[in-house]
């Protein structure tokens, strides 16, 4: 699932934005291949991590290119997003147990509105940068969310981030 | 339940901060644009991580059954929040097997099953593979928040044991011992007494009773004649298995199949009011002391229930058994591999001291592998005539032996050894 989000998402992106179609491609397809291999042996990280690696193309082919700001971005976001949880979903529903089918419904209902949700996040931002002064607000808001993301990982690597209760039986994880 | 943050969080933590902090550097918006839906989500999902306080139980339909059939588990879920992703799993030993799929349950507790009076049930029916005392762990449980930031973990309930009765093989006859003991039972004694069965005629002596004078012998002789009984009465039957070592392939070994015959030879022998006591003589000596009647059978079933293979390098033999449990007179049949010296000793020693023996041996070879290649040919030959030498070892001293191995009857063996103990009593001392 995670595998057809990124192309879902690299679709949405490549039609738009035909100036950064070759680097983020290139990106795209290291990325995918290195989801494909993540999602087989059970890597939890795979999923951020492609996406990592998608946007740090995406950042080297706008430098190249000159491109400041493109109506694509929300889109990519909004793609990248559902890529990462989609990798996220397959890896947990690999433990094999009874599910009830509105369990499934539920959780991909919420996934399309978060991606919505962040999709239209991605394109209010892209129209208020457009505007000057929004522009320095977006500058301050980013500064914010930078330190808080920081300070975030900051919390998770001083407390540690493997989960100390008991775990699930072997025959209730997943094989491979 | 105990939280901790996943990894999906300090991974989109790691994504926002480093795409905002390459657009800052870099001066490209479009990086920030990019990773904004990731800190969306962490902006909604940090405030709303609580405790879901769930509760899981599982209760096993019944504590007692019989190997192969079927027992079911009932998970009860209870949860003082709503749960968007409930992960339930009941750690199952490796001889119980949940049907129709893993021993775990996906579950999403929603706002109308929350609530102290609320609880979710499944049902899942779980298969006896084996036999024994077999423990059901406390429920496992690994919650999840909507957005998959953070997870709960606990166990919950309290540990079962589940005991599993090998289900018995199918006897028609069993061994009559040799002798007898002095309490009533269906054994028909060498003595002679008040009975049902006739034995022969003696002449009249002041006492008899009336009643048992034989009027036509007494016409014929001239005197008279009163007829003898065969008392009847129980005897003793020590079950003896050997526990040293085992052949097993897959879901059964030798240990299996002993179990399942004792379990029989317990049954048949309290049915017909003999005394039954068990010896387990293997790394962990068990022992239970000869009784009768149907408690006794399920004491003796359930000890058995605990018998396995441990490894021990400690040399064993017959006194460390304690006394009471081989009484004088008792039949011995021992259910044994062959495969450990300890047991065969302890069998010749039963033998010197006049009990009354018969072996039953569990064939191990059917559970090994054929030999492939010439050095595997050659161990198993030696193997073979090793085991062929011990079996000479229990003859030569008179011990009455069969062999029994896997989808053979299990009266097999003891009609030959009815045979073999007949042909003992004719040869002329």
């Known amino acids: 699932m995670g595998l057809v989000a990124a192309m879902a998402g690299a679709l949405a992106w490549l039609g738009p934005a035909p100036a950064l179609r070759v680097e983020v491609a290139v990106g795209l397809a290291v990325a995918t291949v290195g989801l494909a291999l993540g999602l ?137 | ?122 049902a899942l029916t779980l298969r006896c593979r084996r036999w024994g005392a077999l423990g059901v762990e406390p429920v496992r449980l690994r919650a999840r928040d909507h957005f998959g930031f953070h997870e709960w973990r606990a166990a919950t309930g309290r540990r079962q044991v589940l005991r599993v009765y090998p289900r018995p093989a199918q006897l028609h006859s069993l061994l009559l011992p040799n002798q007898t003991q002095v309490h009533s039972g269906n054994q028909l004694a060498r003595q002679r007494g008040d009975g049902i069965e006739f034995a022969d005629i003696r002449p009249f002596v002041p006492g008899d009773r009336v009643r048992r004078v034989n009027w036509r012998v007494s016409a014929r002789r001239g005197q008279p004649y009163v007829n003898q009984h065969h008392l009847e009465r129980n005897a003793d039957v020590i079950l003896f298995v050997d526990s040293f070592a085992e052949a097993r392939t897959g879901r059964e070994g030798t240990l299996d199949l002993t179990v399942r015959l004792v379990s029989a030879l317990a049954a048949g022998h309290v049915a017909r009011r ?79 001291r006049g009990f009354d023996l018969a072996v039953v041996e569990v064939d191990p070879e059917r559970f090994v592998p054929p030999a492939t290649d010439p050095g595997d040919r050659l161990a198993d030959r030696v193997w073979h005539l090793h085991r062929e030498a011990r079996r000479a070892r229990l003859a030569e001293a008179g011990i009455p032996i069969a062999r029994w191995g896997p989808g053979e009857p299990a009266d097999q063996p003891l009609t030959e050894i009815a045979a073999f103990r007949r042909a003992l009593r004719r040869v002329p001392a």
């Open chain 2, 1 to 122: 339940m105990d939280r901790a943050p996943t990894p999906k969080l300090g991974a989109y933590a790691a994504l926002t901060a480093a795409g905002l902090l390459a657009a800052l550097v870099l001066g490209q918006p479009a990086l920030a644009v990019l990773v904004a839906p990731f800190g969306l989500l962490l902006a909604l999902g940090l405030p709303q991580a609580r405790d879901p306080g769930v509760e899981a139980v599982a209760t096993l339909g019944a504590d007692r059954t019989m190997e192969g059939d079927p027992v079911t588990l009932t998970v009860t879920v209870r949860a003082r929040h709503p749960v968007a992703r409930l992960e339930v799993a009941v750690p199952l030993p490796p001889e119980l097997e949940a049907e129709d799929g893993p021993p775990a349950l996906r579950l999403r507790i929603g706002r109308g099953d929350v609530g102290p009076e609320h609880g979710l049930e499944r």
């Open chain 1, 40 to 176: 087989w042996l059970g890597v939890a990280a795979a999923g951020p991590m492609a996406v990592a690696l998608v946007g740090a193309a995406f950042a080297v082919a706008a430098a190249h290119h000159g491109v400041l700001l493109t109506a694509a971005a929300p889109l990519f976001g909004g793609g990248l997003l559902l890529a990462a949880e989609l990798a996220d979903w397959s890896l947990d529903l690999r433990r094999p147990a009874r599910g009830r089918g509105a369990v499934h419904e539920r959780h991909a209902i919420w996934l399309v509105a978060v991606t919505g949700l962040g999709t239209a996040l991605g394109v209010v931002l892209t129209l208020a940068m457009a505007v000057p002064l929004a522009g320095m607000a977006a500058a301050v808001l980013g500064l914010v969310g930078l330190v808080g993301g920081l300070g975030l990982v900051a919390w998770l690597a001083g407390t540690g981030r493997v989960p100390r209760g008991p775990d699930l039986p072997r025959a209730a994880r997943r094989s491979r």
């Open chain 2, 274 to 352: 003999d005394r039954v006591g068990l010896i387990g003589f293997g790394g962990i000596l068990r022992w239970l002391s000869p009784g009768m009647g149907p408690v006794h059978l399920l004491r003796v079933v359930e000890a058995l229930l605990d018998t396995e293979v441990v490894l021990s390098y400690a040399w064993k033999g017959l006194d460390i058994i304690p006394p009471r449990t081989l009484p004088p007179q008792a039949m011995v049949v021992a259910l044994t591999p062959l495969l450990d010296a300890r047991a065969i000793g302890a069998l010749l020693d039963l033998r010197a």
